[in-house]
């Protein structure tokens, strides 16, 4: 890490080995975050339906059924909302598991790089700081601000990176500051983004599709799914009106099935390598400060021998 002549490949591939030799120490780590989330929306939803229909609907008083159904999501959405706020945190708790196995070779103390985010005096920052790039990504997915918005997240990919490590800056100044770290190598920025966005975000979760394909487990998930999406959607009407608009094209529920379970294997990737983003933009964050430090001396030394002359 001390090096900062290192080409973005070459930063790269320093990201997905260390990814690679702690593995099963992330894998772990990140599960509750993700299951917990897939788990709690569950649950938040099985329970009141299944109350609704084989209780709610025999009891006397319609307020108390309504008010014990949604009583029963409150269970699932703590889940959620404890899993959501762990993952959240490994964006940040990521960065210095990062920097300290660059130094020791190892991961230890898992809990304490968690307090980056969750101790008291920073907690707030933190929650300011997604909310920020919440309001960003939102502003994003509007047609219109595509372009833009693509351009804006090169500029501001380092945030959490930088609130990691600057620790006095406010939420607002890791955006800035995270700017002028991608100004001094924009290029570099963009091309590690388009590494590491196109092997965590479509090939590997492609393999993992082909994988689960050649062992046949994903034909046993669309015997799952299938039943329940042929029973509990309304698929004859919708195909009814789409004879009625002239569209000669039929909706089944095994096509249906097919894209939520390859939605569902995509997303539990995606979500299992976010270690894998974050080691590589602290990797670039680290190269970029170092780069920045030398260049701000060399321009020192620079005006100072002019000085002298």
């Known amino acids: 890490m001390a090096k900062d002549d290192k080409t973005v490949f070459e930063i790269f591939i320093e990201g997905v080995g260390i990814y690679a030799k702690h593995f099963p120490t992330f894998f772990k780590y990140m599960s509750f975050p993700i299951w917990g989330q897939f788990f709690g929306v569950i649950l938040s939803?099985?329970?009141?339906?299944?109350?609704?229909?084989?209780?709610?609907?025999?009891?006397?008083?319609?307020?108390?059924?309504?008010?014990?159904?949604?009583?029963?999501?409150?269970?699932?959405?703590?889940?959620?909302?404890?899993?959501?706020?762990?993952?959240?945190?490994?964006?940040?708790?990521?960065?210095?598991?990062?920097?300290?196995?660059?130094?020791?070779?190892?991961?230890?103390?898992?809990?304490?790089?968690?307090?980056?985010?969750?101790?008291?005096?920073?907690?707030?920052?933190?929650?300011?700081?997604?909310?920020?790039?919440?309001?960003?990504?939102?502003?994003?997915i509007l047609p219109p601000m595509w372009v833009f918005a693509i351009i804006i997240f090169v500029f501001i990919?380092?945030?959490?990176?930088?609130?990691?490590?600057?620790?006095?800056?406010?939420?607002?100044?890791?955006?800035?500051?995270?700017?002028?770290?991608?100004?001094?190598?924009?290029?570099?920025?963009?091309g590690l983004m388009l590494l590491v966005g196109g092997l965590t975000y479509f090939l590997l979760p492609k393999i993992a599709e082909m994988f689960l394909d050649f062992i046949r487990f994903t034909i046993l998930l669309n015997m799952w799914f299938d039943p329940l999406i042929s029973t509990n959607l309304p698929l004859d009407q919708w195909n009814t009106a789409l004879s009625a608009l002239n569209v000669s094209y039929m909706i089944t529920s095994l096509e249906i099935t097919k894209t939520i379970v390859s939605t569902l294997i995509s997303t539990l990737v995606i979500f299992y390598t976010l270690p894998l983003r974050s080691i590589c933009w602290t990797l670039w964050y680290k190269q970029l400060c170092i780069k920045e430090i030398k260049a701000k001396k060399s321009k020192s030394k620079s005006k100072k021998a002019k000085s002298d002359v």
């Not at 959501?84 to 490994?90: D, F, G, I, N, T």
């Not at 920073?122 to 997604?130: D, I, K």
């Not at 909310?131 to 502003?139: A, D, T, V, Y």
């Not at 990176?161 to 100004?183: A, G, N």
């Open 45 to 140: 939803l099985a329970l009141p339906l299944w109350f609704a229909f084989n209780v709610g609907a025999n009891l006397g008083d319609s307020n108390l059924a309504y008010i014990l159904t949604l009583l029963l999501c409150v269970p699932g959405l703590i889940i959620f909302t404890k899993a959501l706020w762990e993952y959240l945190v490994a964006y940040v708790s990521v960065n210095s598991m990062t920097e300290n196995t660059v130094k020791s070779g190892r991961i230890y103390d898992i809990n304490a790089h968690k307090k980056v985010a969750t101790m008291s005096k920073r907690v707030g920052e933190f929650v300011v700081l997604w909310l920020l790039f919440g309001i960003f990504s939102l502003i994003g």
């Open 157 to 190: 990919v380092l945030i959490f990176q930088v609130f990691t490590f600057e620790k006095t800056l406010t939420p607002w100044e890791c955006f800035i500051r995270s700017k002028d770290l991608v100004k001094t190598n924009f290029w570099g920025t963009v």
